[in-house]
């Protein structure tokens, strides 16, 4: 098992609440990634944090937000929630470099939004 | 940007044979793919990965192959075994930063 952990680990909200979700990386991992997973389908990446400035987002609408903490730990915030917005939300750890960092996952936080 | 295509959706082997998973990316760019398991109800975990700069890469039971003209990888697990069972996916990422997914593969092995 990895050093990623996540919490919480399930969370049930409603359309139009707002939600945060926390990471904390792996020791010595000085970037965060955010993905989403819907349900029989491949982690879809949100955004990714590195020294606490975003560095790269995927194709998700501003009311997913997120922050990264002097260390290195994340939260991701999403906003107005929709019911599309329910699928297992997945953060992983790296240590980028030179490039080629691997990702190291965290077990995830599954949202349900009612 | 990129896209990661991934087939078989669902692959079924009788335990001891060779499955095969193949991948196929659009972005020459990309320079790291790696492999994921995920077993229901857990996390993705890195199985094995390869660089742009290598064409083969083997752990045990498990190869990758990657064929940069053609922009393809595959993944290779021979003696499969009914823990082997599981989804999963490919990846391609340029230098490690966003990560682009497939839409992983449904592997049973039949005892």
């Known amino acids: 098992e990895t050093g990623v952990t996540q919490s919480p680990t399930h969370l049930i909200k409603t359309r139009g609440q707002q939600v945060t979700l926390r990471c904390s990386s792996q020791s010595g991992h000085n970037t965060v990634s955010w993905y989403q997973q819907a349900l029989g389908q491949g982690p879809q990446f949100i955004f990714q944090y590195y020294r606490e400035e975003e560095n790269g987002r995927g194709n998700f609408p501003p009311r997913f937000s997120g922050l990264q903490f002097p260390n290195y730990s994340s939260e991701l915030n999403v906003n107005a929630l929709e019911l599309d917005d329910s699928a297992l939300y997945l953060c992983?750890?790296?240590?980028?470099?030179?490039?080629?960092?691997?990702?190291?996952f965290g077990p995830g936080t599954r949202l349900l939004v009612l | 940007g990129e896209n990661v295509e991934q087939h078989p959706s669902t692959l079924s082997v009788q335990e001891g044979d060779s499955a095969v998973i193949k991948c196929t990316y659009s972005d020459s760019a990309s320079n790291y793919f790696p492999w994921y398991k995920q077993e229901l109800g857990k996390r993705p975990q890195l199985i094995i990965d390869i660089r742009s700069n290598v064409g083969e890469k083997k752990d045990q039971r498990i190869a990758v192959t990657l064929n940069k003209t053609a922009k393809h990888f595959s993944l290779h697990i021979t003696e499969t075994q009914p823990e082997d069972s599981a989804v999963y996916f490919c990846a391609a990422s340029l230098a490690g930063n966003q990560f682009y997914f497939g839409t992983g593969t449904s592997l049973t092995v039949i005892p």
């Open positions: 992983a750890s790296s240590f980028l470099a030179a490039g080629w960092e691997t990702q190291y």
